[in-house]
């Protein structure tokens, strides 16, 4: 049968494009079977035209298959080229699913790198809906969409050489600080990235848990406006506890804001982040609820602080203040990370830094160890 | 000294009149150079991601595995000026274990290269041990194809003895293996432990130190490093000594590894001699 025909010759990869008999259906088939699973009701309907419930069950489920399980190599490569092709045609791609198709899944089955690469955006609705905004975002920068990284950590040095410097109260410093930081979250929403991570290493554990209370008393409100989830990771002891309650309800009220997760690193650095992951596994196995055979890199990964966000590990690290080094913030986390070096401090660096930042890590080539992508 | 017996070596080399010349003109500069540059402190331990192998290859427009070839010859230079210079340990980033996800007859040719080096660096066993280079071999070495491994701990055993300078050579290694392998081992010889102290100190016991945890790292026997040099220009650590360097200078050059020389070196130490006083009171707040 021609409609049988047809979709065997799509999914062995043959599919000529070109309408053969009736114009409108032929036409409409790639748009309709790239957009996603849900959407390849219509072939099935143009079947069950048919009237034979065994072709229709048939060409139901050897669809389901190849789509949903990617059973061979040679057919995924080639459905993969001709519908990438086609793909191109009609869409613009996105930051999304250009990822899911250029990356073959059979090269991440040995190594550690299926645990470090971001995974991919669960819901499709949104991602359609906002990527004209993030498209447009981008674009105004000189910026690609679909290769803005996930996860953005920012090491907040250099504080102390400006400060002293000029001669500024504390104060005036982190107000300073905090200025900065509300631009590059609000850049970070208007670009699509999906976590930022701040970590300001002042010299005494006292001042870094007053600049992030600062942070989070006044902006509570601001914060959800905007959609913005905070978490706090690091050391919690140091922390008197009315300071501590005011931590807890600004994470349980912006906990289901979706747009953008702001990572605080209060009194943390990336060793005592393993050493305490360490601890956890060695009480679970002390406990009995894991073996020790069964400690891996995914075991190991869950028990750190990071695990509270979708994205655990960066993709960027851009580190104020001249110094380079990675400063024991976030060891584990940072393995496949792009570094990013700026001499500038941490009151100078503005928007336009951040997006310089951003254009440099865009045109770097990640390869994760394995063969060029 | 070692640059005495680099001169012995590279006098045995050469034949002609003028190549001694300069060969020795050579190694008298190096010595002036670096005697001018001991007068800071010199970093204990240098470690080298050798990134570029392939892109020397390719735009050198050499057939394939020739890149990893001549990244072995810049090696060896770039060990020699190291040790002439007093570092004492080096450590190097061979193969990870994600280079295993690579195609497999690079794969395949990667490892038959090791195994002919350590093979020729047998046959030069006595000439290693006059330097007293002790070599180790960091990683998972389960995973390596078994030749190579054999001669890998051939090469362990021979030079076991020595400690004038150590070369730690990390084959089929990451350090998101590593740091959950020395949980691991922490865990069994805590449990070993206790099952011989039944019920007495058990608070105690119960807590792992960052003491054992280090010791049970594959690179526990050498301190941490004070340089980590990532050839190729990338700035990345592509999961490679994450515990170790959390407070080490990263230096990246743009040269492929292959291109690499006592230049970069010379400008990764003075690099670490200018930042000395920040990294020393970066070791004593950890």
């Known amino acids: ?373 | 000294m070692i640059s005495d017996h680099t001169r012995k070596m590279e006098e045995e080399k050469r034949s002609g009149v003028v190549s001694r010349f300069l060969g020795e003109l050579n190694i008298t500069v190096r010595r002036f150079l670096f005697r001018v540059m001991s007068s800071g402190p010199i970093p204990q331990h240098i470690a080298f991601i050798m990134d570029g192998n392939r892109r020397f290859a390719k735009k050198w427009k050499l057939e394939e595995g020739a890149g990893h070839k001549a990244g072995f010859l810049a090696l060896m230079s770039l060990l020699k000026y190291c040790y002439e210079m007093g570092v004492k340990y080096v450590t190097v980033y061979a193969f990870s274990l994600d280079n295993f996800n690579r195609r497999p007859d690079e794969v395949q040719y990667v490892m038959d290269l090791m195994h002919e080096k350590i093979e020729g660096f047998m046959k030069e066993l006595d000439m290693v041990n006059r330097y007293g280079i002790r070599v180790l071999f960091i990683g998972d070495l389960n995973r390596l194809y078994a030749p190579v491994r054999v001669a890998a701990e051939k090469a362990m055993e021979a030079t076991a003895k020595n400690t004038k300078t150590y070369l730690l050579v990390c084959v089929a290694y990451t350090s998101s293996h590593e740091i959950p392998r020395a949980v691991y081992e922490a865990c069994q010889e805590r449990s070993g432990r206790k099952d011989g102290k039944e019920e007495e100190e058990e608070e105690e016991e119960e807590l792992i130190k960052v003491v054992d945890l280090e010791k049970k790292m594959y690179m526990g026997v050498v301190p941490d490093p004070d340089i980590l040099v990532r050839s190729s220009g990338e700035t990345r650590l592509s999961n490679f000594l994450l515990w170790q360097t959390s407070n080490s200078l990263l230096y990246s050059p743009k040269a492929l590894w292959p291109e690499m020389g006592l230049r970069h070196v010379v400008w990764a130490i003075l690099k670490y001699q200018k930042n000395y006083h920040y990294f020393e009171k970066k070791k004593k707040q950890a």
Not at chain 1, 67 to 86: D, E, Q, R, V, Y
Not at chain 1, 253 to 273: C, F, M, P, Q, W
């Open chain 1, 1 to 373: 049968m021609k409609e049988s025909a047809f979709i065997m010759q799509l999914v062995n990869g043959t599919h000529d494009p070109r309408p053969k008999t009736t114009n409108s259906r032929q036409v409409a088939e790639p748009e309709i079977l790239i957009r996603g699973y849900k959407h390849h009701k219509p072939i099935l309907s143009r079947v069950t035209d048919n009237h034979n419930p065994l072709i229709h069950i048939t060409l139901n489920l050897s669809i389901m298959v190849t789509f949903t399980l990617k059973i061979s190599a040679t057919s995924m490569i080639a459905s993969k080229t001709n519908i990438l092709s086609i793909y191109k045609l009609i869409h613009k791609p996105s930051y999304f699913t250009t990822n899911r198709f250029t990356k073959p899944y059979s090269s991440y089955g040995l190594a550690t790198t299926k645990s470090y690469k971001n995974a991919q955006s669960a819901s499709i609705a949104d991602e359609e809906r906002s990527m004209t905004e993030f498209e447009n975002h981008a674009l105004r920068n000189g910026l690609r969409a679909e290769a803005m990284p996930k996860h953005v950590a920012m090491f907040m040095d250099g504080h102390w050489k400006s400060i002293k410097a000029r001669d500024l109260p504390p104060e005036l410093g982190y107000g300073a600080g905090r200025r900065s930081l509300k631009e590059i979250a609000r850049i970070c929403c208007e670009l699509g990235i999906r976590v930022l991570s701040v970590y300001t290493n002042f010299p005494r554990p006292k001042e870094e848990v007053d600049f992030a209370i600062d942070m989070t008393k006044s902006d509570i409100e601001e914060l959800s406006r905007n959609d913005i989830r905070v978490s706090i990771i690091g050391n919690r002891n140091a922390i008197p506890d009315s300071l501590l309650e005011i931590i807890t309800r600004a994470e349980e009220s912006t906990k289901n804001n979706k747009t953008l997760h702001i990572i605080e690193a209060v009194n943390y650095t990336g060793r005592s982040d393993i050493i305490q992951a360490c601890k956890a596994l060695a009480g679970k196995v002390k406990d009995g609820e894991l073996h020790p055979t069964a400690i891996d890199e995914n075991v190991f990964q869950q028990e750190l602080e990071t695990n509270c966000s979708e994205f655990p590990n960066p993709d960027l690290m851009i580190r104020t203040g001249g110094k380079q080094s990675v400063g024991n913030f976030m060891l584990w986390q940072l393995a496949y990370s792009e570094l990013s070096f700026v001499d500038k401090s941490a009151f100078e660096f503005n928007s336009t830094d951040f997006i310089k930042a951003l254009q440099v890590y865009q045109s770097r080539h990640r390869r994760f160890g394995g063969n060029k992508i």
